[in-house]
């Protein structure tokens, strides 16, 4: 069974930055792929970006340029780091585990406003 516990979510002011981490238990983390999503107010979850087990990573046009998707196998750890952030990235910021299924984490708030 896999346990996914995000962390790292605030309040931040547009052009600010913050770093979202993701902790996993099992032991299917290093053949995992994993990604980030993230559910605004009202709207539906949208996909943020994705790392591959090769290190291989992908970004939403959204947020490509400003996030970067980052692994640590050894901790079991992913992160995302989140720069230049805009009002229209709040929302609630879920890390995804696949392999074979899907396993969720149970999100953290992400708000930026002045």
């Known amino acids: 069974q896999v346990q996914l516990v995000e962390s790292g979510g605030g309040l931040v002011q547009p052009g600010g930055s913050l770093r979202l981490s993701c902790a996993a238990s099992?032991?299917?983390?290093?053949?995992?792929?994993l990604a980030w999503y993230r559910q605004a107010p009202g709207k539906q979850r949208e996909w943020v970006a994705t790392?591959?087990?090769?290190?291989?990573?992908f970004y939403a046009d959204s947020v490509k340029g400003r996030f970067t998707i980052s692994r640590d196998n050894a901790k079991a750890m992913m992160y995302l780091q989140m720069n230049s952030l805009k009002p229209e990235d709040t929302g609630v910021y879920y890390c995804?585990?696949?392999?074979?299924?899907?396993?969720w984490g149970q999100g953290t708030q992400v708000t930026v406003s002045s």
């Open positions: 790392i591959r087990r090769d290190d291989f990573t």
């Open positions: 995804l585990l696949n392999y074979i299924q899907d396993y």
């Open positions: 099992g032991s299917l983390f290093s053949s995992s792929v």
